[in-house]
């Protein structure tokens, strides 16, 4: 059984919504990597966590479309390091900080209209984009 996942000051994920399985880590390593599971997948169920809202559980499938599974579970994965009691916490680390980026609303975007001075200065630049242009035309042969 997991701890719990200390996220934000009101967002603590419970251990039981967490469940971690160690894989064999691919790359360098000698015999440690043929012998010992030091890979963690740990997985988060979102669609069944009361923790989140509705909102920010669609903020975190957004940011989390390539970590998702069949299921709908979010899959963090880590082989770090060589020991997977710190493969697990990197991992769990990753997760806090994906549902913290979650967590933080968009601010709505103002519509603003362009000044005065933009207005001029893209006139301008139409202008003499006209004018080099028309200089490069050929001559007109009135006989």
Known sequence: MQSDLFVAT?????GGELSATAVRASGPGGQNVNKVSTKVELRFD????SVLDSA???RLR???AG???AEGQVVVVSQ?????ERNLEDARQKLAELVRRALIA???RKKTRPGAAARRQRLEGKRHQSEKKRSRARPSSDD
């Open 56 to 58: 920010s559980k669609g």
């Open 67 to 69: 970590r998702l599974d």
């Open 10 to 14: 009101r967002v603590i994920i419970p």
């Open 46 to 49: 979102l669609r069944r966590t």
């Open 106 to 108: 968009p601010t709505p």
């Open 80 to 84: 770090l390091t060589r020991s997977r």
């Open 62 to 64: 957004s940011l989390a």
